[in-house]
């Protein structure tokens, strides 16, 4: 499809075709790969003007080093710098979904950068969830609601944490997304444990446990099943 696309110098599909690819190449753990489709993208994506093309690039530029599983995560500066780009573009051309998402990849990316980033990462999942809701988007309102809930949780604020965690099992039970409701019922066992609710807890990863399996999620499914049969205390001293 790329040869495709350079012999027919359709630049626009030449771009879009990069962003797949780099998304594939992510996937796969290439992730020097990655980083030059969507350099090469970017820069067509400027050449034609084209700022829906420009945005989502930088947004997926500010993704691959905002991720905490490669070699480019260190460089978070760099992220957070494509992030704002990409956000500037879509206010401008008033792309509310993407805004949405793109609030909620900066409060993950705040999140995983530690406890003094936390009040950042709450402040942007706050405006996701704001969008999410005027625009009546399900999974984005339960995905933001879910990301508070970790945030106030590693606060140590187990009741707004678990009532936000409510909130979001009731959206992906209704909407029937399994795995993400494996995720929802598993940080509802961990804050469970954290009040040293051990047995319900339990209840709450055997739950967890069935769902991670029938979404196919194995890592995860062994990760509920390890916390079943040997719970974690050391958590509650955290």
Known sequence: ALDLCKKNKNTQSHAITLNNLATLNIR?????????????????NNQIKDLRGISETLGNLGNLYADTNNFYSG?????????F?????????????ELAI???NLGIMYKNKGKDFYKKALSCLSKSLKLNLEMGIKEGVAGAYMSMGTIY????????????????LDLFSKLGYKNAL??????????????????????????????????????????????????????IKF
Not at 75 to 83: H, L
Not at 153 to 168: H, I, P, R, S, V
Request: glycine fraction near 4%; charged fraction near 25%.
């Open 28 to 44: 796969s753990g290439n992730y020097d790969l990655a980083a030059n489709n969507l350099e090469q993208a970017l820069i067509i």
């Open 75 to 83: 460089n978070v500066e760099k992220a957070e710098e494509c992030y």
């Open 85 to 97: 780009e990409s956000l500037k573009i879509k206010e401008k051309i008033g792309d509310k979904r």
């Open 102 to 104: 793109t609030y909620a």
């Open 153 to 168: 949780d590693l606060q140590k604020n187990l009741d707004l944490a678990l009532e936000k965690y409510l909130y979001a």
């Open 182 to 235: 494996a995720n929802t019922y598993f940080n509802i066992g961990v804050n469970l444990f954290l009040r040293e609710n051990i047995q319900t807890a339990k209840e709450y990863w055997k739950k967890a446990l069935i769902y991670f399996e029938e979404s196919g999620n194995v890592m995860m499914a062994k990760k509920a099943n390890h916390f079943i049969q040997h719970p974690p205390f050391d958590l």
